[in-house]
C-alpha cells in the first residue's frame, strides 16, 4: 500500500465518537458534534478578539503564556474506545454538598472536602460535617483564600487524615473529633518561593513522609483556568517529614503538578502532570533520588487525581478530553499563546468554562503505564467534571472539582 493509498485508508476507518445527538455511523458530508463544537466556540472567539483590534483598543494581559508542544493526541480506539460506562453510576447527595474533589475511607466511612471549606464525614445515608479548616465567609471565589479549599484527602498509617488544602496548607485531621492540626503552612518560603497551590497528596505507610504537589507559585486555586492557559513551569513536588517536620523541595519546574500517587516501594511518586497530559515518575528515595522519568506520555485528556486499583494499576480520570477525531481547544492554543492572551483578556474564567466541552473520562493503567480499561461519560451526562476515582468495595465513589455531587459506580455492572 503505497503511502497516499494508507493515508485515505486511516480516514476512512477513523473511530466515532459517541454522543448524545447520534448513534449512527457518521459519513462523508455530515458533521461530528466535536467539530460544531469547534465552529461555534472558534467563531464566536473570532468575533470577540476582533472586536479590539478593529477598535484600536491597548489592552494589558493577565497571563504570559510561552508556546509549547503537544503530540498528536492518540486516536479513541482499543482500550479508549469511547463508550457509556460512566453513565451506569448513581449520583449521591446531590446539592447536599459541592465540589468533592477527593474521597477516602475508614472502613465503610468515607470523608471528602467540599469547595466551601468542609471536611466531610459519609456514614451510609448519613453525612455530617467533621472540620471547617478556614474562616467564614464561604461558597465564593472571592472568598476561598479565606475559607480554605480542601483537595486532596488520605488515611494515614495511625488512622488520622492528612488533607491538602489548596490556600491554608497540610492538615492532620482527626475523623472522630474533627480536631484539625496544621502540619505545614502556605506561608511558609520553601526553597525560597512561598507555597502557592496545595494540590495533592500521599503518606508513606510508617507516617513519616508525606509527599504533595504545589501546582504553582504564581497562581492561585481559583486561577486554575490561569495556570492552565500559560502551562507555567513552576510546579513542584515536596516532602513533609513528620519527624523533623521541614519541607524539602523533591522536583520543580512542572507545569501543572496535580494528583500524586507513592509507587509499592515508596521509592518513587507518580504525578499528573495536567498541562502536558502525562503522567511523570518522581523517584524520592533510593538509588535514583532526584531523577524524573515519565511514566505514560500521550494521555487522552488532561489527568487530575491518580489512586490505585484494586487490581495493582492505577485510576486516573481527565475532565477535559483530547478528542482524535475531533479538536482539542487546549491542543489548538498550546501554540498560540497571542490568542491566549487576548481570550484571556476578553472573558471571565466561568465563561471560558462553558466553551470547554464536558466530557468525562476514567481509565485504569498498569503498573507499567498501559491502559487497560476505560469509562466515559460524553456531555458530563451523569458524571460531570471527575477529579478523582476512589476504589472501595467493588465501586469507584468519583470525585469532583464542580459538581454537587458525588458519583458511585458498581464495577461489576460494567
Not at 1 to 10: D, Q, S, V
Not at 34 to 53: A, C, Q, Y
Not at 269 to 287: P, S
Request: glycine share 8%; hydrophobic share 35%; net charge neutral.
Amino acid at each position: 500500500m503505497n503511502e497516499p493509498e494508507g493515508l485515505r485508508f486511516r480516514r476512512l476507518n477513523r473511530p466515532q465518537i459517541i454522543t448524545d445527538e447520534t448513534h449512527e455511523p457518521q459519513y462523508k458530508g455530515t458533521s461530528t458534534y466535536s467539530g460544531k463544537v469547534f465552529r461555534v466556540t472558534l467563531l464566536t472567539l473570532g468575533g470577540f478578539l476582533l472586536l479590539p483590534l478593529v477598535a484600536g483598543v491597548h489592552l494589558e494581559y493577565s497571563i504570559e503564556p510561552l508556546p509549547f508542544s503537544l503530540s498528536e493526541s492518540p486516536l479513541m480506539t482499543g482500550c479508549y474506545e469511547p463508550n457509556l460506562k460512566l453513565r451506569e453510576a448513581e449520583r449521591l447527595f446531590e446539592d447536599q454538598l459541592i465540589g468533592p474533589e477527593s474521597i477516602t475511607n475508614i472502613g465503610d466511612v468515607l470523608y471528602t472536602g467540599t469547595a466551601d471549606g468542609k471536611i466531610v464525614k459519609i456514614d451510609g445515608r448519613k453525612m455530617n460535617v467533621l472540620a471547617t479548616l478556614g474562616n467564614p465567609p464561604c461558597g465564593s471565589r472571592e472568598q476561598e483564600h479565606v475559607c480554605g479549599r480542601p483537595l486532596g484527602i488520605r488515611v494515614g498509617p495511625n488512622g488520622t487524615l492528612f488533607v491538602a488544602d489548596a490556600y491554608l496548607g497540610l492538615f492532620e485531621v482527626n475523623p472522630v473529633t474533627g480536631q484539625s492540626t496544621l502540619l505545614v503552612s502556605t506561608r511558609r518560603m520553601v526553597g525560597g518561593r512561598r507555597l502557592s497551590f496545595i494540590n495533592d497528596l500521599d503518606v508513606t505507610q510508617d507516617g513519616k513522609k508525606v509527599y504533595f504537589t504545589d501546582s504553582s507559585s504564581r497562581w492561585k486555586r481559583r486561577d486554575f483556568l490561569n495556570l492552565i492557559m500559560e502551562a507555567t513551569s513552576d510546579g513542584r513536588v515536596l516532602e513533609y517529614d513528620t519527624e523533623t517536620k521541614e519541607v524539602t523541595v523533591m522536583m520543580e519546574n512542572l507545569r501543572f503538578p496535580n494528583g500524586i500517587q507513592l509507587l509499592p516501594d515508596e521509592e518513587s511518586v507518580l504525578v499528573a502532570e495536567t498541562a502536558m497530559a502525562r503522567i511523570r515518575r518522581v523517584h524520592v528515595a533510593g538509588l535514583n533520588k532526584g531523577g524524573m522519568d515519565t511514566f505514560t506520555d500521550n494521555l487522552p485528556g488532561f489527568p487530575d487525581n491518580i489512586r490505585r486499583s484494586s487490581s495493582g494499576g492505577y485510576w486516573v480520570v481527565m475532565s477535559v478530553v483530547r478528542l482524535n477525531p475531533g479538536f482539542s481547544m487546549l491542543d489548538f492554543l498550546s501554540q498560540r499563546p497571542w490568542i491566549k492572551k487576548l481570550i484571556f483578556k476578553l472573558f471571565s474564567q466561568d465563561m471560558l468554562l462553558k466553551f470547554v466541552p464536558r466530557y468525562s473520562l476514567v481509565v485504569e493503567l498498569q503498573e507499567g503505564g498501559a491502559c487497560v480499561r476505560s469509562f466515559h461519560d460524553p456531555h458530563g451526562t451523569v458524571a460531570a467534571y471527575v477529579s478523582e476515582a476512589h476504589e472501595h468495595n467493588g465501586h469507584l465513589y468519583l470525585g469532583s472539582f464542580r459538581s454537587p455531587y458525588l458519583c458511585k459506580l458498581d464495577l461489576s455492572k460494567v
